[in-house]
């Protein structure tokens, strides 16, 4: 009887351990051909950004090309202005983070660490800035830029970017001040430290990862924006890159497919190697926010 019970058990094992397997199997199997959906466009765009315009014409169009043809880039770096494109993106974007950052962190750890009577209230007003459709805003907003003078300007671009950032970079931010103990606030000052000195010496940067994980956020929401940069922007020499790629388009789209390919590329290439050098900082980034010390 006890053999039969231990030989049943055996079976049943066996049994469970082919499901794990089998289940695994197709568990990767999905995985992989999801993973393979989203990247194949992206190998598609490189190789296809890489053909001479003989084989893009006449060659198949999931055809690898024969050489590495850089003329496309070449021709969309200066015939298609991309050059101008990106030096415009990086002077509206990356003082708008530099910004986002500094002001966020700051007003996040005064909603969480300092005592004030309006704090809640303020945390909530950010928070329906989160929930504001940005259509809603554009008319009054270009109404505004345009009694101020701030149309075709790329420093009115920039406080937009700064502006709509900094409502979802406050709500995340005070979630990972929530995880500095405020033991250490108290501690710190009865050391001597005032206020100022704790935020920039202690707690701006325990949030390190936070920081990474909020930049990438907004570098992407700021680098691939299209509504604002159309809608305040009309002079072609202070297009972003991302107006600049319609343009582009327009002008060689229906001729030159393999410098319109470059030039979406060029476009494409900095959020991807910023996302693989920093991934794992912000996974860290994302999950310390959550736990509360």
Sequence with gaps: MQTNLEMNKQTTQVKTKKKYRLGSVVGM???????LILIYPIIWLLLSSLKTPNEIAVNPMFSLPQSFYLDNYV????SGKMNVYFKNSIIAVFPALFLIILLGSMAAFAIEKMRWKLKDKVMLLFLA????????????LFTMYFNLGLLNNLF?????????GLPLTIFLFVGYFKSVPNELLESSIMDGANIYQFFFKIAFPLLKNAIVTVALVQFFF????LIFAMTFISDSNLRTIQTGLISF?????????????????????PTLILYLFLNKLVMKGMTSGAVKG
């Design 156 to 164: 009115g671009l920039m406080l937009i970017y700064t502006v709509f």
């Design 222 to 225: 700021a680098w691939n924006d």
């Design 249 to 269: 388009t327009g002008e060689y789209g229906t001729r030159q497919w393999g410098p319109t390919f470059a030039s979406i590329s060029l476009a494409v290439i």
């Design 75 to 78: 021709t969309a770096w200066t």
């Design 29 to 35: 199997t999905l995985i992989f051909l999801f993973v």
């Design 129 to 140: 800035g989160i929930m504001i459709p940005v259509q809603i805003v554009l008319l009054p």
